[in-house]
């Protein structure tokens, strides 16, 4: 009988510790689910923090390469340059003669690839360094002489002339010029004497640029 009644209160002792043991083991078990739970939250900031940081470097990159795109887009436009135009707009007669140099404002614009040429001053100015090719042409009716120059920053480059033509006079000249951005290139009419044009434009002036360096 004694075996009996201790054999039952060790089984009693064996539940009675088993579920105080429960809740204990319970929670670590939710503890262990929220260890591996922040585990996994922390590694999801840190993927999060390195996509953010590679969106953030893709953003640079391609806004880096939209502003060279559009370098290059300024600099391909600003190597298309070529003028041409003759002296006067619209109808004929002579320009001069002057007590001084002129510069000759030529108005009637053919082409000006870049509005390099100022139709207001008869100045070119260079947009891009490289190398340039000029070349204008002077008319003057029998009789008067006719003179004109070429300058490149207000030094003559070139010149053509005629002195007294007995009939037509005429000259042409060119150059090729290498030029800085800035530079400034115009022809003048030298004092006392004239130059001709009418709507077939024998006064005229052109140039383009040959290569940018």
């Known amino acids: 009988m004694a075996i009996l009644l201790l054999a039952l209160l060790l089984c009693a002792g064996s539940s009675t510790a088993?579920?105080?043991?429960?809740?204990t083991m319970d929670i670590l078990?939710?503890?262990e689910k929220l260890k591996n739970m922040g585990e996994r939250m922390q590694k999801?900031?840190?993927?999060?923090?390195?996509?953010?940081?590679?969106?953030?470097?893709?953003?640079?990159?391609?806004?880096d390469s939209k502003n060279e795109l559009e370098t290059v887009r300024k600099e391909n436009e600003a190597k298309k340059?070529?003028?041409?135009?003759?002296?006067?707009?619209?109808?004929t007669g002579h320009t001069g003669p002057m007590d001084d140099e002129k510069i000759l404002v030529y108005k009637k614009v053919f082409s000006n690839i870049g509005n390099a040429y100022d139709s207001n001053t008869g100045i070119f100015t260079a947009p891009v360094k490289g190398v340039y090719y000029f070349r204008f042409y002077a008319h003057s009716h029998g009789g008067r002489t006719m003179a004109v120059?070429?300058?490149?920053?207000?030094?003559?480059?070139c010149s053509v002339h005629a002195w007294f033509p007995v009939s037509n006079g005429n000259g042409?000249?060119?150059?090729?010029?290498?030029?800085?951005?800035?530079?400034?290139?115009?022809t003048h009419l030298w004092k006392n004497t004239w130059v001709y044009d009418d709507p077939e434009s024998y006064t005229s002036f052109s140039g383009f640029l040959i290569f940018p360096l």
């Open 44 to 63: 999801l900031e840190e993927t999060l923090t390195k996509v953010l940081s590679e969106n953030e470097a893709l953003k640079t990159l391609v806004q």
């Open 149 to 157: 120059s070429l300058l490149k920053n207000g030094e003559t480059q």
């Open 29 to 31: 078990a939710e503890l």
């Open 18 to 23: 088993q579920d105080l043991m429960s809740p």
């Open 172 to 186: 042409s000249n060119g150059v090729v010029l290498s030029l800085e951005i800035g530079d400034k290139i115009h």
């Open 81 to 91: 340059v070529a003028f041409s135009a003759g002296l006067l707009a619209s109808g």
